[in-house]
């Protein structure tokens, strides 16, 4: 095994942790899946599955990393528990299978850059978005966004993976908050925070099966559970770390700017009349509903290159976690530099990511896979395995830089062997029937 680096601050581990989590799972699908699944009453079960549901979730994570400090499949054989290695195989299978998409969204937004400097997407935003989402032009900026998180993650913990979401994290803080400032102004901006933040009760309760299994799905999504990241990350950490503390600053900032992307998006879209109820289409609609916005507003390019550029930052700082989940499970286990084990994973993900690339449709079907089947069987597993094989040790290691914890610990074990596990089972069952038993169900079409 080769040595390992570490953070070199404690910061730098949180900060990557927050980059990790701040990614397209806020900028992209949060106000997609917020807009297709109930507006409000998808941000309400949303925000109770991340304090139920995803906060213990990733100090079990965080508790596997540091307690091993070895990568996401090694973790399970370091604590004596070789038989329970295919949870960390899951689970950086999952985070692979999710790259191998989320680089050609990355792509995307490359692009929507470069129209939004030019107006190219001005005259027709929905052609514009035909013409970049899928064949070869969609294959080449799928390559250009891999090639640059490849860079980074090629460079290090400290000099690449830090350095890069030091920067990149305050910057998508600025911006997401000047663009909700400026958003603000606009005339559709009262009732795009009604539609954001104003939940229709009746629609909660008549739609809670349909979109629990959305929430919780993008609870994991938006926290990077169940993907191996949390544990990969944490196992670069030093023992005095209190990761209660640190776990709670990655949720709140997360869920915050989750919270401003919901407030970013939703006022352009009704400024324009966008339709944005269940049937208004999937999240390619919301790129053309959003382009659609900037080419109707003063300074549209302006505001558009702006924030496009900030969905691409935090596109970026996510990839790279996901791609350092493969990264450090063969720095760990074979003889080759960082460089060529980032290009040849690098390769690997390009590969898979073709047909969602060639066909959006694949896309479709990648996502809703990665949402309702291997998310929650990946954080299933690794919950079980914190709650009922570790248990006690689990808590001795939360301690850990804490000055001690009181009932705090066994409440969070417990919570995590009931309350996490039946919520994570119930969360299933709900998504494998909506997948398969709900007729005319269909998950294989185009953005």
Not at 173 to 197: C, D, I, Q, R, S
Not at 283 to 312: M, Q
Not at 335 to 357: D, E, H, M, T
Not at 366 to 386: G, I, K, N, T
């Amino acid at each position: 095994m080769s040595d390992r680096e570490t953070w070199a601050t404690r910061l730098g581990f949180v900060v990557a942790a927050i980059g990790s989590a701040v990614g397209l799972g806020n900028l992209w699908q949060f106000p997609f899946k917020t807009a297709t699944n109930g507006g409000a009453a998808f941000v309400v079960f949303y925000l109770a599955a991340v304090v139920v549901v995803g906060f213990p979730a990733m100090l079990a994570e965080f508790v596997v990393g540091r307690r091993t400090n070895v990568n996401a499949v090694d973790a399970f054989g370091e604590l004596g528990h070789r038989q329970w290695r295919v949870v960390g195989g899951l689970a950086v299978f999952t985070g692979f299978w999710i790259l191998s998409y989320y680089n050609v969204v990355g792509g995307w937004v490359i692009r929507y850059i470069v129209g939004s400097a030019t107006g190219a997407y001005f005259a027709d935003p929905a052609a514009y978005f035909g013409a970049v989402s899928a064949g070869p032009e969609a294959v080449l900026a799928q390559a250009v966004f891999l090639a640059i998180v490849v860079g980074i993650v090629a460079l290090g913990i400290e000099d690449g993976i830090e350095k890069a979401t030091k920067v990149m994290v305050p910057s998508i803080v600025v911006l997401m908050v000047a663009l909700a400032a400026w958003v603000a102004t606009l005339p559709g901006a009262a009732e795009g925070y009604a539609f954001f933040l104003s939940p229709d009760i009746d629609a909660m309760v008549a739609n809670a099966g349909t979109i629990i299994p959305f929430a919780v799905g993008q609870a994991f999504f938006t926290l990077s559970l169940g993907m191996a990241i949390m544990i990969t990350y944490s196992s670069y950490v030093g023992s005095d770390d209190n990761l209660v503390l640190d776990g709670g600053v990655v949720v709140v900032t997360n869920t915050l700017i989750g919270v401003l992307a919901g407030l970013v998006v939703f006022p352009i879209l009704l400024t324009i009349g966008a339709e944005i109820t269940t049937e208004s289409g999937g999240a390619g609609a919301l790129f053309v509903a959003t382009a659609a916005g900037f080419s109707s507003v003063p300074f549209g390019r302006v505001f558009g290159v702006v924030f496009f550029g900030v969905v691409l930052i935090a596109a970026l700082s996510s990839a790279i976690s996901l791609l350092e989940v493969s990264v450090a499970y063969a720095n760990d286990n074979y003889g080759l530099s960082r460089p060529v084990l980032a290009a040849i994973v690098g390769v690997g993900l390009f590969l898979l990511g073709l047909p969602s690339a060639w066909d959006t449709g694949w896309l479709t079907w990648f996502d809703r896979f990665a949402y309702q089947v291997f998310l929650p069987v990946s954080v299933l597993a690794l919950v079980a395995f914190v709650g009922w094989v570790i248990g006690a040790d689990a808590i001795d290691e939360l301690r850990q830089g804490t000055g001690g914890l009181g009932a705090v610990g066994p409440l969070w074990l417990w919570t995590l062997r009931l309350i996490v596990i039946v919520a994570i089972l119930g969360t299933l069952a709900l998504g494998l029937n909506e997948m398969f038993l709900v007729e005319g169900a269909d998950f294989f079409q185009p953005f």
